[in-house]
């Protein structure tokens, strides 16, 4: 075990205790990204409820009837990355129910599992290359284009979510300028790791942001991560897969309501979610019923691409559904993060996803997707997901409540001092019970004696009973609840 002492910052690479916010210091972000001051006020529930994937529906008759299939008993399902579970900040499985108070824990405890640490350049004749690398004999291939993005040559730094077959990682770029013809005036490195699960990458974005400069200033010094990696190297299994299962199933087999999807801790909490709020508008509503059809979403933006990883997490974040079973026959809502076109033959047979890239080519790859963001422009080659880019006034209503809540919220902490509750765990509540009023209406009913789904019912789940018809409609088709739809369309009534 190698000793790790603040006075020694490139050894440092200790996790935050619980109750306390990441290491301050420089930051790779931009002034204008998602991170906040680190030194603002922090709850020590800052992470939000665990992220969930969404669930099942169904309907029936007057104007519209649509059948879906039978919905299927409760039921578990991991994680978008396979995970068994969500985890706190004291690395728990957190069940998540209504609210933060109600979570249910189970007494696990997620290890550090690093599979492997690189150092990826730019060499000004080969192009992006894997430096050095433990161990020596993984498979890095594609890492050197996944950890550098295309067009960081024109920004100082960068950090980058990225994922790497059944592993995910985090690199931290940084470009020097230097006085050599040999580089062309400049050194750009990234420094990185890998592990079975993002959940607990952040801590390490301190630790990755010192080795990338140390790198950049002394090519070639790698005892610091050849000390890291030996500090945190994972056990793999000797089944062959290279799967690590951070939350053991075993553990969760008698629980009915499993995590359905791991919190990604980010270094700079405070300021994400209103972020991603402020950026989108009332697109996020778009945004949100995107996520729960669990379309294939992909958002285009030139680097800096750390911001943008953080936009995949809160697509993610709208798709948060807590009740048993919900979702367990659809795919999984897949954070990829950040591509390039090294990925495009995974993507081919990808049924859901959310990924960012700063390649613009992907955008004539239209097979690839079926929604493409380009800066605040939401839009679809689809013609039968077209209608859900209109905002209703369902939609304004839902977005009028959610900054009526942040408004309530921002004042309480500014006059009274409140640092008990945050914008993250409002954003995530807000999501997650919109979802769990709709799949509870919809299996209601389908339990019913009578399972018909009125214009009533669909206001009471805050849909729009005509401006929502068609997202019902595929919401239905999509999760299998066997009920019958009815909302008349005055201008043309047609039976499903």
Not at 107 to 118: G, L, N, P, T, Y
Not at 164 to 189: D, I, T
Not at 212 to 232: T, W
Not at 431 to 460: K, W
Request: with cysteine; net charge negative; hydrophobic share 35%.
């Amino acid at each position: 075990m190698v000793e790790q002492s603040d006075r020694a910052p490139l050894l440092d690479w200790e996790e935050v205790p619980p109750g306390q916010p990441p290491p301050s210091g420089p930051s790779l972000e931009p002034a204008d990204s998602v991170g906040s001051d680190p030194q603002r006020c922090r709850p020590q529930g800052w992470e939000g409820a665990g992220l969930g994937w969404p669930s099942s529906p169904g309907a029936p008759g007057g104007g519209t009837a649509v059948r879906g299939r039978s919905p299927r008993s409760p039921s578990t399902q991991a994680g978008p990355e396979g995970d068994a579970g969500a985890t706190d900040e004291e690395g728990d499985c957190a069940f998540t129910g209504l609210s933060v108070k109600e979570r249910r824990v189970t007494e696990w405890e997620e290890k550090d599992q690093i599979v492997a640490v690189f150092v990826v350049t730019f060499d000004t004749r080969s192009g992006n290359m894997v430096e050095w690398c433990l161990p020596q004999d993984v498979n890095l291939e594609g890492v050197e284009f996944k950890s550098m993005a295309s067009g960081s040559h024109r920004i100082a730094n960068d950090f980058i979510y990225f994922r790497k077959g059944c592993y995910f990682g985090l690199a931290c770029f940084a470009n020097m300028p230097v006085e050599s013809e040999l580089e062309r005036g400049a050194r750009m490195k990234s420094v990185g790791i890998l592990s079975p699960s993002y959940t607990l990458l952040y801590r390490y974005m301190h630790f990755l942001e010192n080795q990338v400069r140390h790198q950049l200033q002394c090519p070639g010094q790698y005892s610091p991560l050849e000390a890291f990696y030996e500090d945190k190297k994972a056990v793999l299994p000797s089944g062959g897969n290279g799967l690590v299962t951070a939350c053991p199933t075993s553990a969760l087999g008698t629980m009915v309501n499993r995590c359905m999807h791991p919190e990604m801790k980010i270094t700079h909490p405070a300021g994400c979610m209103s972020q991603f709020i402020r950026f989108f508008g009332e697109q996020i509503m778009v945004l949100w019923k995107f996520a729960l059809l669990r379309k294939r979403i992909l958002i285009f933006s030139p680097p800096p691409v750390g911001v943008v990883c953080y936009r995949v997490y809160c697509c993610c974040c709208l798709a948060n559904v807590s009740i048993p079973g919900i979702g367990a026959s659809v795919p999984e809502f897949r954070p990829f993060f950040y591509i390039n076109v090294a990925d495009i033959t995974a993507l081919e047979t990808e049924l859901s996803y959310v990924a960012c890239t700063t390649e613009k080519i992907f955008e004539e790859k239209k097979e690839l997707y079926d929604v493409y963001i380009d800066n605040q422009n939401v839009k679809t080659h689809r013609e039968s997901l077209q209608p859900l880019l209109r905002i209703n006034n369902a939609d304004r209503e839902k977005y009028r409540k959610l900054s009526e809540q942040r408004q309530l919220l921002l004042y309480s902490q500014e006059v009274d001092g409140d640092c008990t509750s945050n914008e993250e765990d409002l954003f995530i509540l807000f999501f997650m019970e919109q979802n769990n009023r709709i799949f509870q209406t919809l299996l209601e009913v389908a339990g019913s004696a009578d399972p018909t789904l009125t214009a009533e019912h669909v206001r009471a789940m805050g849909l729009d009973p005509q401006g929502d018809r068609g997202f019902l409609v595929d919401l239905l088709e999509v999760y299998g609840i066997d009920v019958m739809l009815v909302i008349d369309n005055p201008c043309c009534p047609s039976q499903y």
